[in-house]
């Protein structure tokens, strides 16, 4: 399965944008990057997910590189209500890893007034 | 359209016993998976069922076994029941098992062992 690298926490100003990066390096061609969060003990909640275009919906925005190494989360205008567990996925593609949700320790963002 | 829902929401079991945990996927979805979180190890994959068959499985003993029916609905169990698997218990579903299909997660059922 391949890894993904988050940093461990970060902080971000209420109102401004929050950048969340992850790392990926053992990508594989058609494996999807995935990023989910989770609030204090409840189920993850889905953001957005993408191969290697970028994406964006009504939640956040994902960049992906060219050569889809890394890529970064963006929620463009963060509330108290964005702090939580963002998780960075690459889903399995392969074997006994297909369709695999491979979570890692996450990037706890904390969002201040 | 109704989310993922699991039950029961919480539960307590003494050590040595068994217990079955619900989900009920969204409707129209056919694979669910279910996953373990604990505090020291994470998240966990413990399966995936799609069409009444188990299409994938995580490192979990044997103690561990799931089962899903003809309407979606899926059930997992555990028996002889160890202090360590105290978790949170998720379950996701997904319409289908392309790759680009949201898989999404109902609030889990809270298992403590005593």
């Known amino acids: 399965d391949a890894k993904t690298t988050q940093p461990t926490s970060m902080d971000c100003a209420e109102g401004r944008a929050a950048n969340l990066p992850c790392n990926h390096s053992t990508i594989s061609g058609n494996e999807y990057v995935y990023w989910y969060r989770q609030i204090h003990s409840q189920g993850p909640q889905y953001i957005i997910h993408?191969?290697?275009n970028n994406e964006t919906n009504e939640m956040a925005s994902l960049i992906i590189t060219e050569d889809r190494k890394s890529s970064t989360l963006i929620l463009p205008h963060a509330t108290l209500r964005d702090t939580a567990v963002y998780y960075c996925?690459?889903?399995?593609?392969?074997?006994?890893?297909?369709?695999?949700?491979?979570f890692g320790q996450g990037t706890i963002l904390t969002v201040h007034p | 359209k109704a989310g993922v829902t699991q039950t029961p929401r919480y539960l307590i079991k003494t050590r040595g016993q068994q217990v079955t945990l619900s989900c009920s996927p969204i409707s129209g979805h056919r694979s669910v998976s279910w996953y373990q979180q604990t505090p020291g190890q994470g998240l966990q994959f413990l399966f995936e069922?799609?069409?009444?068959?188990?299409?994938n499985k995580g490192n979990f003993p044997g103690r561990f076994s799931g089962r899903q029916f003809s309407n979606s609905r899926s059930e997992m169990n555990v028996s002889t029941l160890e202090l360590g698997d105290s978790a949170l218990y998720l379950c996701a579903s997904s319409s289908t098992r392309v790759l680009n299909t949201e898989a999404f997660f109902g609030q889990g059922t809270r298992l403590t062992v005593v």
């Open positions: 996925i690459v889903r399995g593609a392969g074997g006994t890893s297909y369709g695999k949700l491979t």
């Open positions: 993408g191969l290697k």
């Open positions: 069922y799609f069409s009444e068959t188990q299409r």
